[in-house]
């Protein structure tokens, strides 16, 4: 085993530096990764449709007004699932609208961001949006201003083949083969006063029961997703999640969670700390699903959607600026920071360390709002700091989550007590022959020296240390320097006898790779 204290440079790192150990364990897996986890979101709400996904007066538009560059930033990030349309925007949005001829659609006051709406992009763009950037579409229905009949016929003019009203509907307006949607939400948030159409617990329970129910008889081969609350803090959480689940309990597969997480304190520890927040908020879920469960002897297992989840602040004070009734409006265009980067690097891991649960998650969202890609107007494309956290944990971060025991130093925050310098854990690809460690130091004075027992990994070498560390926490990228702050390839660990001892910047994060090399030393 490799000596904590003998590791480092002349400097004697090893005094300087917090040190943690983490074991790690071949047969001690959490779950595996579905790999819809690592998901996204596109909204009609601001520039991240039109803008974003569609900008027909591009040069970098494709015959069907697609962004060929957003796209591949899109196949870059293997975004394995999008939802669309909404959010808050399709509790009062008419799907027929945004289908059939471009030049009879209706343009519309949408009451969500008090935008107008030109419905030029609608189910079907998206749908074939989704196939050439080689993702999956999870659509929302209305059940703010409408309900079961609308979203049965959705699902009739998406997934039924012909013969039908809403097939042939689909079939004139040029796509012969039926949609094949899987994924659908039932509605949005609507616990949420700001809602349009907002509800009671019991009453959208009933409405969300007898849609799903009659979705499900359109095509039984579909999958649901209850709304849960809007974020931990709503005052009928998680009674609501009960009473929902209550009704809909066989009638649905998923719950969804939504959270955002923001620093308007300017208080970097504390910020940092709130990814426990989401650890917390998951297991509060989890138990509200398993009890309802045990009320009702049921076999089946709830399991969850976290369809929307970010770091959401930054453009607060612009969008109170802005015109009302504008389409496509510079709204909600957070510039993200470094210091938002690790958050998301800690969010990621509080979805992966509950894979056995959360088997949907739809960063919010994809182009332009709140987003890892920007698309500038009449320009290219650029990446923001939390583009390269997700980048990782896509590629990385598919396979057998192990349940890695790290024993880290701790620190107290305004709001939080005990919270663990290191965030680490292991991501085991086996049939890849791979092994994946993500971390996020958080501390705020220096490095972690941090030693991986991996005993039952000893024919394993590392192959590549992924830095992403940056000396201003506040620093961004933008169109004019689009690489301000980027990760970096650094030393390989040492590893000796399944002991990796590896150094982790102060406020970092860090993937370390390792591969199968042969048969394991006596």
């Known amino acids: 085993m490799i000596s904590l204290y003998a590791y480092g440079t002349k400097e004697g790192l090893g005094f300087m530096h917090?040190?943690?150990?983490?074991?790690?364990?071949?047969?001690?897996?959490?779950?595996?990764?579905?790999?819809?986890?690592?998901?996204?979101?596109?909204?009609?709400?601001?520039?991240?449709?039109?803008?974003?996904?569609?900008?027909?007066?591009?040069?970098?538009?494709?015959?069907?007004?697609?962004?060929?560059?957003?796209?591949?930033?899109?196949?870059?990030?293997?975004?394995p699932v999008v939802r669309y349309?909404?959010?808050?925007?399709?509790?009062?949005?008419?799907?027929?609208?945004?289908?059939?001829?471009?030049?009879?659609?209706?343009?519309?006051t949408e009451l969500a961001w008090f935008a107008v709406e030109n419905n030029t992009f609608g189910t079907d763009e998206f749908v074939k949006w989704?196939?050439?950037?080689?993702?999956?579409?999870?659509?929302?229905?209305?059940?703010?201003?409408?309900?079961?009949d609308s979203a049965r016929n959705l699902v009739e003019y998406c997934n039924h083949p012909r013969g039908t009203r809403y097939s042939d509907m689909r079939r004139a307006n040029g796509y012969e083969s039926p949609h094949g949607v899987r994924l659908w939400c039932l509605g949005n948030e609507m616990d949420g006063p700001w809602q349009i159409g907002h509800k009671t617990m019991h009453e959208y329970a009933r409405v969300a029961h007898?849609?799903?129910?009659?979705?499900?008889?359109?095509?039984?081969?579909?999958?649901?997703?209850?709304?849960?609350?809007?974020?931990?803090?709503?005052?009928?959480?998680?009674?609501?999640?009960?009473?929902?689940?209550?009704?809909?309990?066989?009638?649905?597969?998923?719950?969804?969670?939504?959270i955002y997480l923001e620093n308007m304190e300017n208080d970097l520890k504390n910020f940092l700390a709130k990814s426990l927040i989401m650890d917390d908020y998951i297991n509060s879920v989890v138990a509200a699903c398993d009890y309802v469960k045990a009320v009702k002897r049921s076999k089946k297992r709830i399991n969850i959607s976290f369809d929307e989840w970010n770091v959401w602040y930054h453009s607060f004070d612009d969008n109170k600026k802005l015109e009302r009734?504008?389409?496509?409006?510079?709204?909600?265009?957070?510039?993200?920071?470094?210091?938002?980067?690790?958050?998301?690097?800690?969010?990621?891991?509080?979805?992966?360390?509950?894979?056995?649960?959360?088997?949907?998650?739809?960063?919010a969202q994809l182009v332009n709002v709140i987003?890892?890609?920007?698309?500038v107007s009449g320009g290219g494309v650029w990446k923001q700091t939390i583009f390269h956290p997700y980048l990782h944990a896509s590629l990385y971060g598919r396979g057998a989550v192990l349940d890695a025991k790290a024993d880290t130093p701790l620190y107290d925050s305004k709001d939080f007590t005990d919270i663990p310098v290191l965030d680490t854990l292991c991501v085991a690809d086996e049939e890849g022959g791979a092994l994946t460690v993500f971390a996020v130091n958080k501390d705020c004075e220096g490095g972690v020296l941090a030693e991986y027992i991996l005993s039952d990994f000893k024919n394993y070498r590392p192959v590549s240390h992924i830095v992403y560390e940056c000396g201003d926490m506040k620093a961004g990228n933008s169109p004019v320097d689009p690489n301000r702050v980027a990760p970096r390839e650094a030393e390989?660990?040492?590893?000796?006898?399944?002991?990796?001892?590896?150094?982790?910047?102060k406020l970092s994060w860090n993937v370390v790779r390792l591969a199968a090399a042969g048969p394991a030393k006596a």
């Open 325 to 363: 009734w504008q389409e496509g409006p510079e709204f909600n265009e957070d510039m993200y920071t470094f210091e938002d980067a690790l958050l998301v690097g800690s969010m990621l891991m509080s979805l992966l360390r509950r894979c056995d649960r959360v088997k949907i998650a739809c960063l």
């Open 130 to 148: 989704c196939g050439l950037a080689g993702t999956e579409p999870m659509l929302a229905v209305n059940l703010g201003t409408k309900g079961a």
């Open 210 to 258: 007898e849609t799903a129910k009659v979705m499900k008889w359109v095509d039984p081969s579909i999958e649901l997703v209850a709304c849960g609350s809007s974020n931990s803090g709503m005052p009928t959480f998680p009674k609501w999640e009960t009473a929902v689940l209550e009704e809909t309990y066989e009638s649905v597969d998923y719950i969804s969670m939504h």
């Open 18 to 79: 917090k040190k943690a150990v983490v074991t790690v364990h071949r047969d001690s897996v959490v779950g595996q990764t579905d790999d819809r986890l690592f998901g996204s979101f596109i909204e009609h709400i601001g520039r991240a449709v039109y803008g974003g996904l569609y900008d027909p007066g591009s040069a970098q538009a494709d015959g069907s007004g697609f962004r060929k560059d957003v796209m591949e930033l899109v196949r870059e990030l293997r975004v």
């Open 492 to 505: 390989l660990p040492a590893f000796d006898n399944g002991a990796l001892c590896a150094m982790f910047p």
């Open 371 to 375: 987003a890892p890609i920007m698309a």
């Open 85 to 108: 349309p909404g959010g808050n925007f399709v509790s009062g949005y008419n799907w027929e609208d945004g289908v059939g001829p471009v030049e009879k659609r209706p343009k519309r």
